[in-house]
């Protein structure tokens, strides 16, 4: 077997750069009576391991600092108000407890649902974890561990309710896992052989988490089964993108053999525009690369390409974020949402508020609020035209509202209805076109690409000047290029600091009419 200790050569860029354009398409492509039957069965609610295992961290830090309370009031013997003083110190067992499992890899989810007699390591945890906090009693307490005796509470009932919860859990796993109710989804891309044996590797794995939901391959049925190892073929390469944007899949698993780079690449040229982890299946490569390229489900080797932005805990965090801050700015902003919708119901006559489709999050169609800026009878809902420099389409406080941006504020509606994001990727209306009558698809290559996180009311773009009307191509390229780097390093601190700086870069605004 071969050993490369090169990078991996799937990487966006070089995706990107490959020299098979590939143009997005607003058009849905026609899937077959079985496809769109089997994207209906996919739409149920269901959770990842890994949100599974975040969550249930949570709860069992809740549940030791609830024990550790309980135990302090009815053993420690002290008056109540000492719970207070000693608050800090049951948060910071409860932490080490938690961590302590974390290390012992306690939320696997092998381990979760694993045999029972493997409690004893939780058990052994948790025990560590209340030794160290009476190690740290005795060294900065001038009684030592006396007056303590609800640490020996504190460690039983701990220990017995973890155990207890992890039988609980360990019971709904399995159910769970029979319902469809915990999986990662995964699409087959590319049939045959190299299909059959990838899935017959995953069934045969006992901490397999994945729900192969079908097979796409391009492929006729001469060289690609109609049926591989018992799941059938769904249709295409065009026609697995838009079933992806039909139900919730979390996973592509590419099974071509890693030789036949050119086809590879070709491939993922329409493939990375979606919001999945794209897996490369190595299970019989003849190449080896480097430990830190592959990811493992059971003994079966993937090799990870594209990982989804914003996954689980991230797209929890962000949403929070929004919700909180939409939420505030709806209060604050007030008597401006008052005056503005004062003034455009006094300059002309019409609604005050327009909507437009965009694109939204995995080209889903959305209805995004704006104030009205244009005169009613002279509204572009489609945005066959766009607006220009002195456009006599603007009314006079349209033309103020859209240089300050302030026609933008009903969007925080749509944050809250969760079709927008406060930072994110601007978004271009469905059939939006530049000054030069070309779309957008046209112009930029893998445009969709952008669509892998909720749109934004700002974003990176935004405060390095890249707004307004796009007269050029390489304007929209800009965007594209500020959307991806936004899109491959996102951090809360990052939308924190997109938000502080909109403000800032409204007043050197150049190009918004």
Not at 134 to 145: H, M, P
Request: charged share 25%; net charge positive.
């Amino acid at each position: 077997m071969a050993n490369i200790d090169d990078t991996l050569p799937f990487t966006r860029d070089a995706v990107r750069r490959f020299q098979a354009p590939v143009r997005g398409s607003s058009e849905p492509v026609e899937l077959s009576a079985l496809a769109r039957r089997t994207a209906e069965q996919l739409k149920e609610d269901f959770i990842t391991p890994r949100m599974l295992s975040g969550l249930w961290r949570g709860f069992e830090f809740l549940l030791l600092v609830g024990v550790g309370a309980l135990s302090w009031l009815i053993l420690s013997g002290a008056a109540d108000d000492g719970l207070v003083e000693d608050a800090g110190l049951l948060i910071a067992g409860a932490a080490v407890g938690v961590t302590a499992l974390a290390f012992a890899h306690g939320y696997d989810l092998a381990f979760l649902r694993g045999r029972l007699t493997l409690l004893w390591r939780v058990a052994a945890g948790w025990g560590l974890a209340v030794c160290l906090v009476a190690i740290a009693l005795f060294a900065l307490s001038s009684d030592g561990v006396d007056g303590h005796g609800w640490l020996f509470g504190w460690y039983a009932g701990g220990a017995g309710t973890l155990c207890l919860g992890r039988i609980l859990l360990r019971a709904n796993i399995k159910r769970w896992a029979r319902n469809g109710r915990m999986e990662r989804r995964a699409l087959i891309v590319g049939g045959g052989g190299n299909a059959e044996a990838l899935i017959r590797s995953l069934e045969m794995q006992p901490d397999n988490d994945i729900r192969i939901c079908g097979i796409f391959d391009d492929r006729d049925d001469r060289r690609s089964p109609p049926i591989v190892a018992g799941y059938p073929k769904l249709g295409t390469i065009p026609e697995l993108v838009e079933f992806a944007r039909l139900t919730r899949i979390d996973m592509l698993i590419v099974t071509l053999p890693l030789s036949a780079e050119e086809r590879l690449l070709s491939l993922l040229k329409h493939l990375w525009v979606l919001p999945l982890d794209i897996r490369l299946s190595a299970h019989s490569a003849e190449l080896k690369f480097r430990p830190r390229t592959y990811s493992f489900v059971g003994q079966v080797p993937l090799i990870d390409v594209f990982d989804r932005p914003l996954a689980d805990w991230d797209g929890i965090v962000k949403r929070v974020f929004d919700v909180v801050v939409a939420a505030a700015a709806l209060v604050v902003l007030s008597p401006v949402f008052l005056a503005t919708a004062l003034a455009i119901k006094l300059d002309s006559p019409g609604p005050i508020i327009f909507r437009q489709k965009r694109h939204g999050f995995n080209n889903q169609i959305v209805d995004v609020w704006k104030f009205r800026s244009l005169h009613h009878a002279m509204s572009d809902p489609d945005a066959k035209t766009i607006v220009t420099k002195d456009d006599k389409r603007v009314t006079r406080v349209g033309r103020f509202i859209r240089k300050s941006s302030i026609d933008e504020l009903p969007q925080l509606v749509n944050v809250l209805r969760g079709e927008l994001s406060l930072v994110g990727p601007r978004p271009h209306a469905v059939v939006a076109k530049s000054s030069r009558n070309e779309t957008f698809v046209e112009i930029v290559d893998g445009y969709f690409g952008r669509h892998k996180v909720k749109p934004g009311i700002t974003g990176w773009a935004q405060i390095h000047g890249w707004r307004g009307e796009i007269d050029e191509p390489e304007k929209l390229k800009k965007r594209f290029e500020h959307d991806l780097y936004y899109i491959e390093n996102w951090s809360l601190l990052l939308d924190i600091y997109i938000v502080l700086m909109t403000p800032i870069s409204l007043l050197r605004a150049q190009s918004a009419y």
